[in-house]
């Protein structure tokens, strides 16, 4: 699957956000989905992740409350709603693919996730 992430920019802190991940592919639904961010000089970390229904979400602390993970199947898309944002959340933003079944959905090791998207800049300035 070939993964295209959008909708990053620069924005002031307290404004909002949306990013979005489109998929290629037949079988997107078959993915669950996640979100990691990645400052300079940092590792990548764990944002957000929804199971392939979309029934289950799971989020880092520093964003539960203020991000919201989603996805359209028949779109095949997820996105990531970024409210009241922070310069601490300036990052570039990866969307990720995971083929495996999962009996959680707290999945947070970027080594559990086989494709990725190329990313997409969030800046948000103080």
């Known amino acids: 699957v070939q993964l295209q992430a959008s909708g990053g920019g620069l924005v002031q802190a307290g404004d909002s956000l949306r990013l979005s991940c489109a998929a290629s592919g037949r079988t997107f639904s078959s993915y669950g989905m996640g979100w990691f961010r990645q400052a300079p000089g940092k590792e990548r970390v764990f944002v957000a992740r929804?199971?392939?229904?979309?029934?289950?979400?799971d989020y880092a602390d520093s964003v539960k409350g203020r991000f919201t993970i989603s996805r359209d199947n028949a779109k095949n898309t997820v996105y990531l709603q970024m409210n009241s944002l922070k310069p601490e959340d300036t990052a570039v933003y990866y969307c990720?693919?995971?083929?495996?079944?999962?009996?959680?959905?707290?999945?947070?090791?970027?080594?559990?996730?086989?494709?990725w998207g190329q990313g997409t800049q969030v800046t948000v300035s103080s």
């Open positions: 990720a693919a995971d083929p495996t079944p999962r009996l959680r959905v707290g999945v947070r090791d970027p080594n559990d996730y086989l494709y």
């Open positions: 929804i199971s392939r229904s979309g029934g289950r979400t």
